[in-house]
């Protein structure tokens, strides 16, 4: 998929002198159904396992050749058996480019059709430079990656989100947010007016969650990383964003007892809270590390050269973030025990060695998704004002998510090797002694969820 580009509604068939009606079936995730394109080493010949039904490509030179599939074979199966063969430097689905759509095929990986504040498709880049630029995660490539495993947008994960509650379901005095699907939500719970209606009061939550499943390719807003993955909206917070250890601990086994395979936590304690202070939280943790269940928790937002509880815990991925200069923020927390960091806006960190901070300049842009405008839970739009390590921790969130959905790491990760494989896919950042502020560097979503590489597990 990075390697072959599709440049015209009936590139597969014209290629080789074939009438556009002799075009593959497509498949609804955007690729044909019957067919995958090969790139093989230099000095091997197809491999017997395509042999016979491959067809050389003019457009990818010599060696890169369009296998028919055998009638009942899955794409996902042929990908995994050809990845796996040692002479074969890439195999990707044929995707289908479309002069209208959803989504649009581009050498960066799939564009989506989001308006974000404008009119026209595709101008959620303009103001998510987060998801797509210089100092992002990559996320574009990265959709495109889970696509090629047969789980476009992490569809099958669940993710609980542990907050204000989410815009999830119209209800009473609530709306939905404009910008979800129906079908993105499972049950939840809501522990601070405990009952079964997790709605959102604040706002917070909404933007959280809007960040790892926003709707994606609807023509409208922006767009969210693990866009078809589950939420489950868990209230631990109330209307004023705060909520006790205790409650927090009763959302964190929630969640895992009802099936959540990430749990996101974009909340802090004080700088003075220790471990022993908040004993029933750190124990739901351990429990649900037992249970394979990856928590993801903001680093904090005071600047500290320490993590703020529970992102400090033992068993915990701890996320700092970075502005869009690709600096740290200069409200991050960070020091030891920080696993990596991801994009959160404001202003750049004074960090003399770092090549990338420039206090002096105006403050980086701010994280944009769809949320609440006001103190109206019925209004929604792209407010300003939201940057933090708040909302860096739900890019991480999202993409592990992705790397669950893509089996890059096998059917059922631990949240061990999750983690290993965030920190090892990381882009590096930081420079003259800085760079140990960063953890393991800034989330790249398109590395962790590509083929290969720390950790991966054979097709």
Not at 29 to 47: C, L, Q
Not at 56 to 73: D, F, I, K, N, Y
Not at 78 to 98: E, I, S
Not at 201 to 212: D, E, K, M, Q, S
Request: glycine content about 14%.
């Amino acid at each position: 998929m990075r390697n072959v580009r599709l440049l015209a509604l009936c590139l597969s068939a014209c290629v080789m002198g074939l009438p556009a009606s002799a075009l593959a079936v497509v498949d609804p995730d955007g690729y044909a159904s019957n067919e995958i394109v090969v790139r093989y080493a230099p000095a091997s010949r197809a491999s017997a396992a395509s042999a016979g039904r491959s067809t050389p490509l003019a457009s990818g030179g010599a060696h890169t050749t369009l296998v028919r599939l055998a009638r009942g074979e899955s794409v996902a199966s042929a990908l995994r058996q050809l990845r796996a063969q040692r002479d074969v430097q890439w195999a990707v689905p044929d995707y289908v480019a479309h002069a209208t759509g959803s989504v649009a095929r581009a050498a960066g990986g799939l564009i989506p059709n989001d308006v974000g504040s404008g009119t026209a498709p595709g101008e959620w880049q303009q103001l998510q430079w987060n998801f797509s630029g210089p100092f992002s995660i990559n996320a574009p490539e990265a959709w495109a990656n889970v696509a090629a495993d047969g789980a476009p947008g992490g569809r099958g994960t669940t993710v609980a989100v542990l907050d204000t509650g989410v815009a999830y379901a119209n209800r009473g005095p609530f709306r939905r947010s404009p910008d979800f699907s129906s079908h993105t939500f499972v049950q939840g719970y809501d522990f601070v007016a405990h009952n079964r209606f997790p709605n959102d009061r604040n706002g917070h939550g909404t933007f959280v969650a809007a960040t790892i499943a926003e709707a994606t390719g609807n023509r409208y807003g922006v767009t969210g990383l693990a866009f078809a993955a589950h939420i489950m909206p868990v209230r631990v917070l109330d209307t004023q964003g705060e909520g006790e250890a205790s409650t927090i601990a009763e959302g964190v086994l929630f969640a895992v007892k009802h099936g959540a395979q990430v749990i996101n936590l974009s909340l802090e304690f004080s700088p003075g809270v220790t471990a022993s202070d908040i004993p029933e939280l750190i124990e739901a943790i351990r429990y649900a590390h037992r249970r394979r269940v990856l928590v993801v928790a903001a680093a904090g937002n005071e600047g500290h050269a320490a993590i703020a509880y529970p992102a400090k815990g033992p068993d915990v991925v701890s996320v700092g973030a970075t502005t869009e200069h690709g600096c740290l923020a200069s409200y991050s927390n960070d020091g030891s025990g920080l696993t990596l960091v991801a994009p959160g806006g404001g202003a750049d960190a004074d960090l003399p060695g770092d090549p990338n901070c420039r206090p002096e300049l105006p403050a980086g842009r701010d994280i944009y998704q769809v949320t609440f405008t006001g103190s109206s839970p019925r209004r929604f739009g792209l407010p300003t004002g939201y940057e933090g390590t708040s909302m860096a921790t739900p890019h991480v969130a999202a993409a592990a998510a992705l790397i669950i959905a893509s089996g890059v790491l096998g059917r059922h990760p631990t949240p061990a090797q999750i983690t290993a494989r965030l920190q090892g896919t990381a882009t590096k950042l930081g420079g003259g002694g800085d760079e140990r502020l960063y953890g393991g560097g800034l989330l790249n979503a398109a590395a962790a969820t590509a083929p290969g590489g720390p950790g991966a597990v054979a097709g």
